[in-house]
């Protein structure tokens, strides 16, 4: 659901802007807060929060009262969720058929869904939302550029993003057996999730049983605890060893990129490299040379 059509659906849909309250949001906030997450009510109140600064300054409305956005108070936001997908599983003595080396190999691997191995690899490729998957259509795809057009995101703008060779090679695959004039995938978001936790549950059991079968001890957190949102994560963790970060918000959707500052951790000594590596560094060394033959 994009953000305006969030607001629409509120009780201030019916009010005049000069007659809105802080108390009148205060109660959509706390309304919102039950099953959304606090990054959602921010997104959503900064956009409402954005009209009253253009209508006021832009517009010259100078008539509408101050901003009640700003008398709210937002709910903290917790990134503590950094679940990623566990690779280079190992059970000594099994084959590569019963014991896949990752745990989305296992999920595949379990689920009876026709849709959802594609849908994952998807995901896990191009950090796309749920929602943005489900709505994928054939004319939204460029196999000959390499690109997809998502044309409504969760913040109500639209963007194009690059396939992968596995995300194109996966699509065509795909499409080779499905051809679908309409939505690639006709299953609903939270469908999605269910599948997903189904074939997680099993999965689960699978790696237990073949643990026990030659004789190892299980890890306990291989295939617990992951969801389905978790490979948005795991995507944009890969790709911010590629992009910059204004590279990969055009990517992810992201409209404040200090959401993604916690995908960076570079490495000093690559900094350092990358600098000498550059323009600067280059046009930085000739002087030094020049310098150098000088004293000779």
Request: charged share 25%; glycine share 2%.
């Amino acid at each position: 659901m994009s953000i305006a059509r969030a607001w629409k659906r509120t009780a201030i849909i019916n009010k005049q802007i000069i007659s809105i309250r802080s108390s009148d949001l205060i109660k959509i906030r706390d309304l919102w807060s039950i099953s959304l997450k606090p990054a959602t009510i921010i997104r959503r109140f900064a956009f409402l929060s954005n009209i009253y600064s253009v209508a006021k300054y832009e517009w010259q409305l100078y008539y509408i009262p101050d901003n009640p956005v700003k008398l709210v108070k937002k709910p903290k936001v917790k990134n503590d969720r950094n679940r990623r997908i566990i690779q280079n599983i190992t059970i000594l003595g099994s084959n590569p058929i019963e014991s896949p080396k990752n745990e989305l190999d296992w999920i595949i691997k379990r689920t009876k869904s026709k849709v959802l191995p594609t849908i994952i690899c998807i995901a896990v490729e191009t950090a796309m939302r749920r929602s943005e998957i489900i709505n994928i259509r054939r004319e939204h795809i460029n196999f000959e550029d390499g690109t997809l057009f998502i044309p409504d995101s969760k913040n109500g703008d639209s963007r194009t993003i690059p396939l992968s060779p596995i995300a194109k090679y996966t699509l065509i695959n795909y499409l080779s057996k499905n051809n679908s004039k309409n939505k690639l995938f006709n299953i609903s978001t939270s469908a999605v999730s269910k599948s997903f936790h189904r074939a997680l549950l099993l999965a689960r059991e699978d790696y237990i049983k073949t643990c026990e079968k030659y004789h190892q001890e299980e890890n306990k957190v291989i295939l617990t605890d992951l969801r389905f949102h978790d490979l948005r994560h795991e995507a944009t963790s890969r790709l911010a060893s590629v992009y910059s970060m204004h590279e990969l918000a055009r990517i992810t959707g992201h409209k404040d990129t200090r959401m993604l500052l916690r995908y960076y951790h570079p490495d000093v000594i690559q900094l350092g490299q990358k600098l000498a590596q550059s323009q600067l560094g280059q046009l930085q060394f000739n002087v030094i040379n020049q310098m150098l033959l000088q004293l000779l």
